[in-house]
Nanobody
């Protein structure tokens, strides 16, 4: 039973990347799934969350630029990132909440129980 995030890489400012969170051993569709990121020297912060009913939540810093979605056929959650900025540089993680819903406190790291390995996103010219 595990999660794995992948799709990171190096991209120029203004560019796009799509991250994927894949699960093995359980069905992502039953749970709220969050994306978090951690930049060097900073605390892990919530980026986005999608509930089982496909309700979505975003940090103010990424609203309008990032889109979270589910691919239930592939048992994955995607994070489409556009108009990337250098300050988006971080290791990105996905995690599942032991609940179908993200809720108003969706960005609380401690409320997410199962974490995948991170994937590094570097935005640099």
């Amino acid at each position: 039973v595990q999660l794995q995030a992948f799709g990171g890489g190096v991209v120029q400012p203004g560019g796009s990347l799509r991250l994927s969170c894949a699960a093995s051993g359980f069905t992502l569709g039953y749970y709220a799934i969050g994306w978090f990121r951690q930049a060097p020297g900073k605390e892990r912060e919530g980026v986005s969350c999608v509930s089982s009913d496909n309700s979505t939540y975003y940090a103010d810093s990424v609203k309008g630029r990032f889109t979270i979605s589910r691919d239930r056929n592939k048992n994955t959650v995607l994070l489409q990132m556009s108009s990337l900025k250098p300050e988006d540089t971080a290791v990105y993680y996905c995690a599942n909440r032991p609940s179908p819903f993200c809720g108003s406190k969706w960005s609380f790291v401690r409320d997410f129980g199962r974490w995948g390995q991170g994937t590094l996103v570097t935005v640099s010219s």
